[in-house]
């Protein structure tokens, strides 16, 4: 995504925005502090996509199972498609005997758009 930016000349605009989103969500923690615990979380939902923020996941075996199946599917965007497969293939790693109950697909095949 970056390197697209670059490409068309518009990275330093993009930068310039996520340091004011920043900003912006730390002010808005900041108006909370002491009155509203809440103030910092809520903070997060000024959020926009485009940054880079870490998140950890929890889930039970059932929930990982469920989204690596749900997000492989050819039809999903390649970004959460590789995810997904990767959530899959760390838990085969650590639990091998579980993970012919994944029903997920290989993200290293060609896609067929055309096939239903």
Same mark, same amino acid.
């Given at each position: 995504?970056?390197?697209?930016?670059?490409?068309?000349?518009?990275?330093?605009?993009?930068d =310039? !925005?996520?340091?004011?989103?920043?900003? !912006?969500?730390? =002010?808005?923690?900041?108006?909370?502090?002491? +009155?509203?615990?809440?103030?910092?979380?809520?903070?997060? /939902?000024?959020?926009?996509?485009?940054?880079? +923020?870490?998140?950890?996941?929890?889930?039970?075996?059932?929930?990982?199972? /469920?989204?690596?199946?749900?997000?492989? =599917?050819?039809?999903?965007?390649?970004? /959460?498609?590789?995810?997904? /497969?990767?959530?899959?293939?760390?838990?085969?790693?650590?639990?091998?005997?579980? !993970?012919?109950?994944?029903?997920v697909?290989?993200?290293?095949?060609?896609?067929?758009?055309?096939?239903?």
């Amino acid at each position: 995504m970056l390197l697209d930016m670059e490409d068309a000349g518009v990275r330093g605009r993009f930068d =310039t !925005a996520m340091r004011r989103v920043q900003t !912006a969500v730390q =002010t808005l923690a900041a108006l909370g502090a002491g +009155k509203n615990s809440e103030a910092e979380e809520n903070s997060q /939902y000024a959020i926009p996509l485009a940054f880079r +923020k870490r998140a950890l996941f929890k889930m039970d075996f059932a929930e990982a199972v /469920y989204i690596s199946e749900l997000r492989t =599917t050819p039809s999903g965007h390649v970004s /959460y498609r590789n995810v997904a /497969y990767a959530m899959y293939e760390a838990v085969a790693r650590k639990y091998p005997a579980l !993970a012919k109950y994944f029903r997920v697909h290989d993200v290293t095949a060609p896609v067929d758009l055309l096939q239903r």
